[in-house]
C-alpha cells in the first residue's frame, strides 16, 4: 500500500511566522503535490513537482513556496503565514506511469493566529 | 483551476437505502476517480475509472465513466452508518497535463 505522511496533524503558528509542512512518500513516485482544502471550494493545488529540484506552480502559489530536494520528500513553505493560510493541507503523490491516481496523506490542519 | 460541479452537495439517508451522486465537467477527461474523505483526515481512493462508458465496483460502490467523458457517476447500494463522510470525483486529462481537479465533494449522512 502506498502510504503518505504529513509530518503534522496539527499546527497553530502565529501571522508572520515561518511554516514548513512536510511530507514524505515510500513508493518510489515521480509525482506529488500539495493541495489546500476549504469549505466550499473543494481542493485547490497549490504547487506540485514532477521531479526531483521540479516545481511548478498550480492554481493558488501566492504566499507559498516548496521544496524537493529528494524524490521522497516534498516540502511546503509560507514564508511569513498570514490568517488566510488558516486551512486544511494535503500532500498526494503518484506515480509517472500514464494515468495514475493520486494518493494523499492525512493532511494538516494549519491555524494562523 | 476548473472545477467540477458535483451533486448533491449533501445527503442525509435512512440505512439501508442506495445513494448516487455524479460530476460534470465542461470538459473531456480520460481518468475519473472517486474518494471519499472521513472528518479530520486525507480522502482515500475508492475507484479509479481510465475508460469512457467503464462500470467498474468496489464492494457495494459502484462508479461509472461517463461515455461523453464529461461525466462520472458513484452509486452506493444498502447504504451502513459508516459510509458517512465526504465522497469527492477528480478528474483528469493526461493529453493536456497530469493536474486533476475536483468536484467540490458530496457530505453523506446515514441515519441509523
Known amino acids: 500500500d502506498v502510504k503518505v505522511t504529513q509530518s503534522s496533524r496539527y499546527l497553530v503558528k502565529r501571522t508572520g511566522e515561518k511554516v514548513f509542512l512536510e511530507c514524505v512518500q515510500d513508493?518510489?513516485?515521480?509525482?506529488m503535490f500539495w493541495y489546500r482544502q476549504d469549505p466550499g471550494l473543494g481542493l485547490r493545488l497549490i504547487y506540485f513537482?514532477?521531479?526531483?529540484?521540479?516545481?511548478e506552480k498550480g492554481d493558488i502559489p501566492e504566499g507559498y513556496s516548496v521544496s524537493r530536494e529528494k524524490k521522497e520528500r516534498f516540502s511546503l513553505i509560507l514564508e511569513s503565514a498570514s490568517t488566510n493560510q488558516t486551512s486544511m493541507y494535503l500532500c498526494?503523490?503518484?506515480?509517472?506511469?500514464?494515468?495514475?491516481?493520486?494518493?494523499f496523506g492525512n493532511g494538516t490542519r494549519l491555524t494562523v493566529t | 483551476g476548473q472545477q467540477l460541479n458535483q451533486s448533491p452537495q449533501s445527503m442525509f439517508i435512512q440505512e439501508g437505502e442506495d445513494v448516487s451522486m455524479n460530476c460534470t465537467s465542461s470538459?473531456?477527461?480520460?481518468?475519473w476517480l472517486w474518494y471519499k474523505q472521513d472528518p479530520g483526515e486525507g480522502p482515500v481512493l475508492l475507484i479509479a475509472?481510465?475508460?469512457?462508458?467503464e462500470l467498474t465496483s468496489n464492494g457495494r460502490l459502484t462508479a461509472q465513466f461517463g461515455i461523453t467523458r464529461k461525466d462520472s457517476f458513484l452509486n452506493i447500494s444498502a447504504s451502513i452508518p459508516s459510509d458517512v463522510g465526504i465522497y469527492f470525483c477528480?478528474?483528469?486529462?493526461?493529453?493536456?497535463?497530469?493536474?486533476?481537479?475536483f468536484g467540490t465533494g458530496t457530505s453523506l449522512t446515514v441515519i441509523p
Open positions: 475509472l481510465y475508460k469512457a462508458g
Open positions: 513508493m518510489d513516485h515521480e509525482n
Open positions: 498526494a503523490s503518484s506515480s509517472g506511469q500514464g494515468a495514475s491516481p493520486l494518493h
Open positions: 513537482s514532477y521531479d526531483v529540484k521540479m516545481k
Open positions: 477528480a478528474g483528469q486529462n493526461s493529453n493536456t497535463g497530469n493536474q486533476f481537479y
Open positions: 470538459s473531456i477527461f480520460n481518468t
